[in-house]
């Protein structure tokens, strides 16, 4: 609790604090390509599909997507090993300063 309290002195809500838990799962790569509210993610060790659909109906999807804008997902698994992403932000260029998928 007195997490919570200090990031709301902090001024990060605790929607934010709650998408920045370990829970979950998180995948970063680069979009190589878009289709509907369904992404394909280049990794660090291959390819990601990514449904940004949750994520868009939030509000939590930090700025215009496009093909070839590095990103972190973070979400829950689904069927056939896609992302059900959550919230998304971007992330660094390059991939040494992504955080670790999970």
């Known amino acids: ?18 998408a ?10 680069v979009i ?6 369904l992404f394909t993610v280049k990794t660090r060790t291959g390819m990601a599909r990514i449904d940004i659909s949750a994520a868009t109906a939030n509000h939590r999807v930090g700025q215009p997507l496009a093909v070839g804008l590095p ?9 056939g090993g896609a992302l059900l992403a959550t ?3 971007r992330a660094k260029s390059q991939n040494q ?3 670790a998928d999970r």
């Open 71 to 79: 990103i972190t997902a973070l979400g829950d698994q689904i069927g």
């Open 1 to 18: 609790m007195r997490y919570l309290a200090a990031l709301a002195i902090l001024g990060i809500f605790v929607s934010q604090a709650i």
């Open 97 to 99: 300063f992504w955080p």
């Open 32 to 37: 190589v390509s878009i289709n509907g509210s």
């Open 87 to 89: 919230s998304i932000s």
């Open 20 to 29: 920045i838990s370990p829970a979950g799962h998180s995948t970063s790569g």
